[in-house]
RNA sequence: UGGGGAGUAGUCUAGUGGCAGGACAUGCGGCUCUGGACCGUAGGGCGGAGGUUCGAAUCCUCCCUCCCCAGCCA
């Protein structure tokens, strides 16, 4: 819906519809099936979709198959799976650069017979060459005054395979003086004698990018071309082929990518990041490709509402990594039913409960969200408190449990800690408390306050599970003056299975997402068996006791 | 030193000649059976220098800084 949006490209597209330049939008997505589609990519699906979707157009998918040593169906399966997760429709929309293949033939035929494209021998150290340089022109190739019949000839045998890779180029030919390189004879067919996912062997010379692309959104009859900053040198380019050809003529716009603090946004790093094992797969939760990011259990609304909020701008920018958490945990805060956890146990005996007693509890599951009602929680004699609710010698805002202090057990009673038992080595093994039995439920008849509500877990009934605690995938905030592979977070990964956790998250299912009051976001990953449960930090609780605590550090 | 872009708080972003607004982050306070959530509040900004104008982030001139381009990648 149109939220009011007033971004540059919104600015365009409203006067382009005044002035009639076209009658109706239509956008497209245009991902290369080459690598899995990453939060950068949502950024552009989301303006894609819902430009279509606020100018009641269509937005199509379109694979970028140009590419055969690159691409693979799996990713071709993975980027859909990716843009229906968040929550987009396509529909029949969905189209390949490599459909147009034999289209594409036929417009640099008509180049070729117009006298603006040839074929060229030099080999790719000598067009560098003749490209010339940032401040020089280039020099022209000594085939580019071929004749035309020459040249259909040539152009022919390089499809039907008589040369082999690397041996000519179709270049359209516009002007090796330009200053702008990439109308210095663009390349626009290469030889290539490689098997491609979806044509086979039916071709061995494929068109370019810039090739490519203009001509098939024209095809599509695309109103509005939205690319990144990079390609804006490529413009006249893509212009320059719609008009020779005089075909539908699409408008480029170009907007900045998007670029997260400590992680990288590119294919390429990604790829390496999979391939050298650095992380376990496209998938790995660190990672910030949308299906890792599905994995750890970020919903598509918080990821769509984080693309929403950054804005669009021609200007480079970096989002604070932070920002992209501050929208999961808004979305998780609703929707996210509530359950207790204790990450590191500490064992508390309350004295004077009873030693055979089991008594259950009920407890709110999402006070966001009374509808999602409530549950029974078991409490006993022996139960589990956080390590860290716990300080024998406590420093002044430290308000949790110390002994001799009172403190709440969240939907239980007040518990008081009379006694602190040690083992061998100094550590503390267990607490000695007792309840107050007209406490029942957490609050107290006469009125009386704690400073604290802990969580905790009945032992005999708790459940244990395996947690894998993520961290920043890089220590380095900005990635792009620094070796990647050097700032890569050894501790990124963390997997605790000491934890307790109420019985209820025994029926957890994979996919389904739990806040563990006071601890943070999990979400139940594919891995979980019958044998055992495993979860996925998916983001920390907002901490104002680390706050302080980092503070008087 | 060619060409193409961009500079508004720590980070994003709004602004289109008329009080520089919002979000996140930060500080402080309130509320609370999650030190969560929520509510309130504070600090902090137009890259620089000139000019035009009653009035400039906005228009003009010059300067500075940053990003992209010399793949038969996209």
New binding site residues.
Partial sequence: MDQGK???IR?TIKKDLKEGRYEKIHTRF???P?GYLHIGHAKAICLNFELADEFKGICNLRF?D??P??EEPEYVEAIKRDIAWLGFDWGLNEYY?SDYFPKLYDFAVKLIKGGKAYV?????A???EY??????PGKESPYRERTVEENLRLFEDMRSGKFP?????LRAKIDMA?????MRD??MY???HQRHHRTKDKWCI?????W??GQSDSIEGISHSIC????????PLYEWFLDQLKIHHPRQL?F?RL?L?HTVMSK?MLKILVDEKYVNGWDDPRMPTLSGMRRRGYPPDAIRNFCS????????????I??L??FV??DL??KAP?VMGVLNPLKVIIDNYPEEKDEELEA?N???DLSAGTRKIPFSRVIYIEKE?FMED?PK????LAPGREV?????YFIRCIGVKKDGNGNISELHCTYDPS?????APDGR???????WVSAKHSVGAELRLYDKLFTTEDL??NDFKKSFNQKSLKINDLCRLEPSTREAEPGQIY?????GYFHVDPDTTTKGLVFNKTAG????????KR?NK
């Fill in positions: 007033t971004d540059f600015e245009p991902p290369e080459n970028d140009t590419n040593t690159k650069a060229c021998d030099l080999d790719p000598q067009i560098r490209r010339g340089t940032l401040t020089s890779d690397g041996s000519r180029v330009s200053p702008n390189l990439n663009p390349v290469r030889i290539m494929y068109p370019t990018y810039d490519a692309h990144t900053l990079e390609f804006e040198d490529h413009r170009e900045a670029n603090t390429r909020a950054i804005g669009l701008a021609k200007s480079e920018s970096t989002i604070e932070e920002y958490e501050h945990r808004e805060n609703r509530r709110i999402n006070p966001e609710d406590p805002k430290f308000y949790r709440r057990l969240r939907y239980a406490t029942k439920g957490g609050d306050k704690v400073r604290a509500t802990l969580h792009s003056k806040q563990f009051e006071r601890v609780l907002k901490d104002q006791w680390a706050k302080i503070k």
